[in-house]
């Protein structure tokens, strides 16, 4: 019996965010019986996650994003997103699928696991069975006839043109294409990994969201009073960052913050300006137990932990998809969101922090969203999704002959 081969795949995104999902997946199939790889969008940061579990660590194929928007509208669909990495040119989406060919030629994966990688599935289409795994951003539906708005002013380039590079590629290589661009994402299986509360399209999907693969954790407990009024987890790579800070600064609050991709240099200067700053990340249930509010830029899987520990959040949105999380969290009456982008001004963070830091309302939210989580949880899917990984192999196994 031969070990199956699994391979991991990131094309996508920034952060580690993709890596951390896969990994504890990666580490239940491995302790099955599975041999795993990681093919990743950046090698540098992945490492560091990766070293010392047995893994391999590969380069996904990748392209440079175009990131000149001079003339063009915004960002409206998933397929926007998908013209910026080069699906409105064959050549060179043509040059990314041949890529991944090389790469699959290489490794002969019996299954692959894509998160936020469309091209990867598209390579993979009736070649070798893959499963698609993510949070609504990265994996909208494919049951639909075109991308849903991610904006009101809806895609600025048709989805007509791309499905004609598309077809011109997979026709190339012999392959049927999908007849509407949203097909591209569909495979054995399409698995949301959050809660559905946190899924903008859930009324789009055949399934809900299955929900972390890892248990959240369990609310705060009652006792004294939070001791100081906030903990802020941000980035200084975000150029209005800086503008939190020097409200945090300005206000008769207490608190401390973490600020990822900030040199020594950098915490030094807004000590020296009268904050609390820590050199390495925090606990984050340590902060929350000792904070009345947590401030960060609203990434799910941050929005997850601090709803189910009961938490009131102040959202800072870098990006269009951290102002929909912060919308969601807003319309539940559990956060308050500043504009995503940096469309806002010192005055507005002040504003925010004073009404989130005062509002019974949201602390008393917060308090029963989590006890509502607790009692829905624990939230493990990592589980059942191993074994669907599983079933999937035997599956394809069975209908080639081959037995695992």
């Known amino acids: 019996m031969t070990e199956p081969c699994i391979l991991l795949v990131w094309e996508l995104g920034d952060g580690l965010g ?31 996650l990766l070293d010392g579990t047995g893994f391999s660590l590969l380069q996904a194929p990748i392209t440079q994003p175009i990131t000149d928007y001079r003339g063009k509208a915004a960002i409206g669909t998933y397929g926007d997103i998908m013209e910026t990495v080069g699906y409105a040119r064959a050549d060179r989406l043509g040059a990314l699928v041949a890529a991944w060919d090389g790469l699959f030629e290489t490794v002969r994966p019996d299954l692959i696991i894509a998160d936020y990688s469309p091209t990867a599935l598209l ?18 539906p494919s049951n639909v006839e075109a991308f849903p708005y991610l904006r009101k002013l809806g895609p600025r380039i048709p989805e007509r043109t ?11 290589r012999g392959i049927v294409a999908p007849t509407v661009m949203p097909e591209i994402l569909d495979c054995a299986g399409s698995l949301i990994i959050t809660i559905p509360e946190l899924d903008c399209y859930a009324g789009l999907r ?27 987890y941000l980035s200084l790579g975000f150029r209005h960052t800086e503008r939190v800070l020097e409200a945090l600064c300005a206000m008769p609050v207490r608190g401390s913050v973490y600020l990822r991709d900030a040199s020594g240099a950098q915490r030094n200067e807004w000590r020296n300006r009268g904050l609390v700053v820590h050199d390495v990340p925090q606990d984050m249930r340590a902060m929350s137990e000792c904070s009345k ?75 029963r969203k989590a006890a509502e989580l607790a009692e829905r949880g624990p939230f493990n899917a990592l589980e059942p999704v191993a074994e669907f ?8 196994a069975k209908r080639r002959g081959v037995r695992k």
Not at 162 to 172: D, R, Y
Not at 206 to 230: F, K, N, S, V
């Open 123 to 140: 390579a993979a289409r009736d070649r070798i069975p893959a499963i698609a795994i993510g949070d609504w951003f990265t994996l909208p």
């Open 293 to 367: 509010v947590i401030i960060h830029h609203g990434g799910l899987g941050t929005i997850e932990t601090v709803f189910a520990l009961g938490r009131p959040q102040m959202l800072v949105p870098r990006h269009l998809e951290q102002g929909v999380n912060a919308e969601m969290a807003g319309r539940m009456r559990l956060a308050v969101g500043m504009q995503p982008g940096g469309r806002f001004q010192r005055e507005h963070v002040e504003h925010a922090l004073r009404h989130v830091i005062e509002s019974k309302e949201l602390r008393d939210n917060a308090t």
């Open 18 to 48: 993709h890596v951390s999902r896969m990994l504890p997946l990666a580490e239940r199939l491995a302790e099955k019986g599975a041999n795993c790889y990681f093919a990743v969008r950046n090698v540098e940061n992945s490492h560091g």
């Open 206 to 232: 055949p399934r809900p969201a299955i929900g972390p693969l890892l248990p959240l954790p369990a609310p705060l407990q009652g006792g004294p009073g939070p001791e100081t009024d906030y903990f802020a």
């Open 162 to 172: 791309l499905l004609q590079t598309v077809e011109a590629v997979q026709n190339s």
């Open 389 to 396: 990984c599983l079933t999937t192999l035997r599956n394809s």
